[in-house]
């Protein structure tokens, strides 16, 4: 499955972004769908995510101030990011777990895209 995110950029402390992400459509049935972002010399952390039922999961450190939300007619998972600050800045990268029709599990990244904040 592929996936494309969109929506990086450069904002001011205190701003807003949307990140989107569409995945290709297949076979698979998505599971879970959700956002991690990564610094360099750092591992990839997961920023949030959300699971077939709606329920989501968030990183203390961005609980309350992001969502994550999925639109599935149109394949898509979005992170809303409010309240911006400058370590928030990091690529963003879409991750999926897809499962097919005998319970095995599938695992797809997106490209990643770069959000800076900052003066």
């Known amino acids: 499955v592929q996936l494309v995110e969109s929506g990086g950029g450069m904002v001011q402390p205190g701003d807003s972004l949307t990140l989107s992400c569409i995945f290709s459509r297949s076979s698979l049935t998505p599971y879970r769908l959700g956002w991690h972002r990564q610094t360099p010399g750092n591992q990839r952390e997961l920023v949030a995510d959300?699971?077939?039922?709606?329920?989501?999961n968030y990183a203390d450190s961005v609980q309350g101030r992001f969502t994550v939300s999925r639109d599935r007619p149109r394949n898509a998972v979005y992170l809303q990011l409010n309240s911006l600050k400058p370590e928030d800045t990091a690529v963003y990268y879409c991750?999926?777990?897809?499962?097919?029709?005998?319970?095995?599990?599938?695992?797809?990244w997106g490209q990643g895209t770069q959000v800076t904040v900052s003066n």
């Open positions: 959300i699971i077939s039922d709606g329920a989501t």
């Open positions: 991750n999926g777990i897809f499962v097919d029709d005998k319970g095995y599990d599938y695992t797809s």
